[in-house]
């Protein structure tokens, strides 16, 4: 029992002193995460808001029916898009991103039947858990795709 006490006491002490250091590569101890970046407040994402002959506006989920690991390689080529949004070839990817979500969603939906354009905006949204569900804020509108 004390040999197994002793090699225990041995092990947590080299991981406690690896993890004081901040050591992320090391041999025999090492700690990762170190936790020293902190993770921020809000991030970047693609908002898709569609336009009615009205003028009103509607949002549109830009990543309908995908699970995480599909939403999120959506949401990494969309930080991307917004990356490229003023390239010369912007305006057909931003056309592509939506024959995307299209294809995704199917047969347009009641409130997106009458469509007229949508609207591409760099918006931003928090990590916050208290505000998960909470719509995106709109920042900067990045690109509008007539559909007449």
């Known amino acids: 029992m004390a040999p197994a006490l002793v090699v225990g006491a041995v092990l947590i002490a080299g991981a406690v002193?690896?993890?004081?250091?901040?050591?992320?590569?090391g041999w025999p101890f090492a700690c990762y995460?170190?936790?020293?970046?902190?993770?921020?407040?809000?991030?970047?994402?693609l908002t898709m808001v569609?336009?009615?002959?009205?003028?009103?506006?509607?949002?549109l989920d830009p990543v309908p029916g995908l699970d995480g690991n599909q939403?999120?390689?959506?949401?990494?080529?969309?930080a991307r898009l917004i990356r490229t949004a003023r390239s010369p070839d912007a305006p057909a990817r931003f056309a592509d991103?939506?024959?995307?979500?299209?294809?995704?969603?199917?047969?347009p939906r009641?409130?997106?039947?009458?469509?007229?354009?949508v609207r591409f905006y760099a918006s931003s949204q928090s990590t916050?858990?208290?505000e998960r569900g909470r719509p995106p804020n709109r920042e900067t509108l990045l690109y509008e795709l007539s559909l007449d």
């Open 97 to 107: 991103r939506w024959r995307q979500r299209q294809a995704r969603t199917g047969a």
């Open 17 to 25: 002193e690896a993890g004081a250091r901040g050591i992320t590569v």
């Open 128 to 130: 916050a858990p208290e």
């Open 50 to 59: 569609g336009v009615r002959p009205d003028g009103a506006e509607i949002f």
């Open 33 to 45: 995460p170190t936790f020293q970046d902190h993770a921020p407040a809000r991030f970047s994402t």
């Open 71 to 78: 939403a999120a390689r959506a949401r990494a080529m969309d």
């Open 110 to 117: 009641d409130a997106e039947r009458d469509l007229r354009a």
